[in-house]
């Protein structure tokens, strides 16, 4: 197995790298979409992050790595193995997986096969798993998933939602869980994604060639480094790739304890009504995200900056553009907005609690009259 390159090793791409980090402490946020031109370290920083990944416990003999400790999500052949009754199962440990989406798959090859002939001739059911069942609790990476079919795109992005994949033909069903961390990629160039699609991923980063000459002088040292010895470059980055890796693991423990605000939320709900954006979507991919945010930092409470970084990557591909508009609202214009937003909503906060406060002395001073 050829040694991956490491994700700490990636020169700049801040924003893509933490859009990643975030779904890897929180898998439900719904995934990433990766935009760039060509050689930004898009498919490298994807393969990269499955590394870094804690190992997971699946039931032994499981095809679709089913968590011994989520009863409720299980397949339905380890449901009926372990019926109430039969002994517990046996666990195993395994690296999380790196799937390969490619790009002619078709929906059978995706959520897998019901065997139909065999059923009505021997009563037996009998599934073929496809791509969401090697992918369950792992990484499912889909290069140029603008040039995937569009009903092959709604179907993942459906399981990813859901977090189950549910076939059904000629009465007979069967289902297993499919939760995985989703990242696409693509270059606009080759046409882009219909927004009804563009929607259902969570996050969104566009990223473009790092026009530093220092930077792109580290990107040739690092590269050359890792294609003359790829063992020895790992070996190098190690420890910060275990720094890393711990910090994930840590965050993903810590994540169901973030607490959040009314407040909060009507942080977040000013910005998504001010930008107009459409459906609720955006306001609870940027409520996961904060709290994401928050327990890779090591906090057990959203603050304001969650917030508005969450927002900075679950907004750009959610935004209107006007019929007078040349391009797309830019990186440092959607941050400046969205300070503007959050401030603007903190000081509506306090004129409220100010009034708030007004109407109590007036009420106290008219009972005591």
């Not at 402490?25 to 930004?40: A, C, F, K, Q, S």
């Not at 010895?229 to 994930?248: G, M, V």
Request: glycine share 6%; hydrophobic share 40%.
């Amino acid at each position: 197995m050829p040694v991956i390159y490491p994700f700490t090793a990636i020169v700049g791409q801040e924003r893509m790298k933490r859009a990643l980090i975030l779904n890897a402490v929180d898998p439900r946020i719904g995934g990433v979409l990766i935009r760039g031109e060509r050689g930004t370290a898009k498919s490298t920083a994807a393969r990269a992050l499955s590394a870094l990944l804690p190992l997971v416990k699946v039931i032994h003999g499981c095809r679709f790595g089913c968590d011994p400790n989520n009863r409720s999500a299980w397949c339905t052949e380890c449901r009926e193995r372990f019926a109430d009754g039969n002994p517990p199962p046996t666990v195993d440990v395994r690296r999380t997986a790196f799937i390969n989406l490619p790009v002619s798959a078709t929906e059978d090859r995706v959520v897998g096969t019901l065997d139909i002939e065999k059923a009505i001739q021997k009563g037996e059911r009998h599934f073929e798993p496809g791509v969401l069942a090697a992918a369950n609790r792992g990484l499912l990476y889909i290069d140029e998933v603008n040039l995937l079919d569009d009903h092959v795109v709604d179907v993942l992005l459906d399981s990813a939602a859901m977090g189950v994949n549910v076939v059904e033909r000629e009465g007979i069903s069967f289902s297993h869980p499919a939760r995985f961390i989703l990242v696409g990629t693509m270059n606009p160039e080759e046409g882009d994604l219909r927004p009804q699609l563009l929607d259902r991923f969570a996050l969104s980063v566009e990223i473009h060639g790092i026009r530093s000459a220092r930077e792109r002088v580290e990107i040739m040292r690092r590269n050359l480094a890792y294609e003359a010895d790829a063992e020895a470059f790992r070996e190098e980055w190690l420890p910060r790739e275990q720094e890393l890796s711990e910090q994930i693991d840590r965050a993903r423990q810590l994540v169901e304890q973030v607490t959040y605000t009314s407040r909060d939320l009507l942080t977040i709900a000013s910005i998504t009504s001010a930008m107009q954006v459409d459906g609720h979507r955006a306001d609870l991919v940027i409520l996961k995200a904060a709290r994401a945010q928050a327990a890779f930092e090591g906090r057990t409470a959203v603050n304001e900056r969650d917030i508005m970084l969450a927002a900075e990557l679950a907004l750009p591909h959610r935004l209107k553009r006007g019929p007078f508009q040349q391009g797309e609202m830019s990186v440092d214009q959607l941050q400046e907005k969205i300070e503007g937003l959050v401030g603007g909503a903190s000081q509506g906060r306090e004129e409220t609690v100010e009034e708030e406060a007004e109407q109590d002395e007036k009420k106290k001073a008219m009972r005591a009259w």
